[in-house]
T-cell receptor, first 113, second 116 residues
Framework: LAKTTQPISMDSYEGQEVNITCSHN???????ITWYQQFPSQGPRFIIQ???TKVTNEVASLFIPADRKSSTLSLPRVSLSDTAVYYC??????????????FGTGTQLKVEL | DSGVTQTPKHLITATGQRVTLRCSPR?????VYWYQQSLDQGLQFLIQ???????AKGNILERFSAQQFPDLHSELNLSSLELGDSALYFC???????????????FGSGTQLSVL
C-alpha cells in the first residue's frame, strides 16, 4: 500500500495561494493521486486527480514531479470557505481486484482574514 | 449533493446493542465503500463491495459486517456495540470497477453513531 505523508496543519490568509505537499515514496506504477476536501461533519469531496506532470481544473492545480514520489495541491487565492481538511489519496490495487483506498491523516487548512 | 444517500443521519444507542446503517449509492455506481471516522483515528477504510461481492477489506472488526444487495444499496451492521464504536460512518460510491486505481469516490453525508 502506498502510504502518504502530509503536514498536519497549515495557516493562510484570504487571497493567498496555498500549496499542500504530499509524500508517497512507494507509489506504484498504476497508482493515481487524488485529493479530497472535507468540511466538519460532511463527507470528503473530490477536488482533483492526476497521474503525472500537471493537472488543473476550476478549483485547484495538482503538480506531480517525474519521479511521482510526491505531489502538490495548489489552491489559488483561498477564501475563508476553503478552511477544511485536505486529504491526499493514492490508490492501491490488491491482488485479485478491489481497491483498499486508504486516506492519510490529512492537512487542516485554516484561512483567516 | 453527491447523490449518495445515507440513513439515518444520527443514531444513539447503548453498549451491547446492534444497529444497521444504510447506504444508497449514486445511480449507476456499482462500487460501495464504507469508512469510519473518529476523532483519534481519522478516516479508516472498512470494506468495499462491487456489484454485490466483497472486494476489499480494511480495518473492519469481526463485530461488524456489511453486504450489498441486488439493487446495489448497502448495509453496514454493527453489533455488540462498545463506547469506542462511536464515530461518523461514511459510505462512498464509485462508477468504476474495482480494478481501476483512478477511482473517484462520492461520499454521503454520513451517519453519526453515538454509543452511550
Amino acid at each position: 500500500l502506498a502510504k502518504t505523508t502530509q503536514p498536519i496543519s497549515m495557516d493562510s490568509y484570504e487571497g493567498q495561494e496555498v500549496n499542500i505537499t504530499c509524500s508517497h515514496n512507494n507509489i506504484a506504477t498504476n497508482d493515481y493521486i487524488t485529493w479530497y476536501q472535507q468540511f466538519p461533519s460532511q463527507g470528503p469531496r473530490f477536488i482533483i486527480q492526476g497521474y503525472k506532470t500537471k493537472v488543473t481544473n476550476e478549483v485547484a492545480s495538482l503538480f506531480i514531479p517525474a519521479d511521482r514520489k510526491s505531489s502538490t495541491l495548489s489552491l489559488p487565492r483561498v477564501s475563508l470557505s476553503d478552511t477544511a481538511v485536505y486529504y491526499c489519496l493514492v490508490g492501491s490495487i490488491l491482488t485479485g481486484g478491489g481497491n483498499k483506498l486508504t486516506f492519510g491523516t490529512g492537512t487542516q487548512l485554516k484561512v483567516e482574514l | 449533493d453527491s447523490g449518495v444517500t445515507q440513513t439515518p443521519k444520527h443514531l444513539i444507542t447503548a453498549t451491547g446493542q446492534r444497529v444497521t446503517l444504510r447506504c444508497s449509492p449514486r445511480s449507476g455506481d456499482l462500487s460501495v465503500y464504507w469508512y469510519q471516522q473518529s476523532l483519534d483515528q481519522g478516516l479508516q477504510f472498512l470494506i468495499q463491495y462491487y456489484n454485490g461481492e466483497e472486494r476489499a477489506k480494511g480495518n473492519i472488526l469481526e463485530r461488524f459486517s456489511a453486504q450489498q444487495f441486488p439493487d446495489l444499496h448497502s448495509e453496514l451492521n454493527l453489533s455488540s456495540l462498545e463506547l469506542g464504536d462511536s464515530a461518523l460512518y461514511f459510505c462512498a460510491s464509485s462508477s468504476r470497477d474495482s480494478i481501476a486505481t483512478n477511482e473517484k469516490l462520492f461520499f454521503g453525508s454520513g451517519t453519526q453513531l453515538s454509543v452511550l
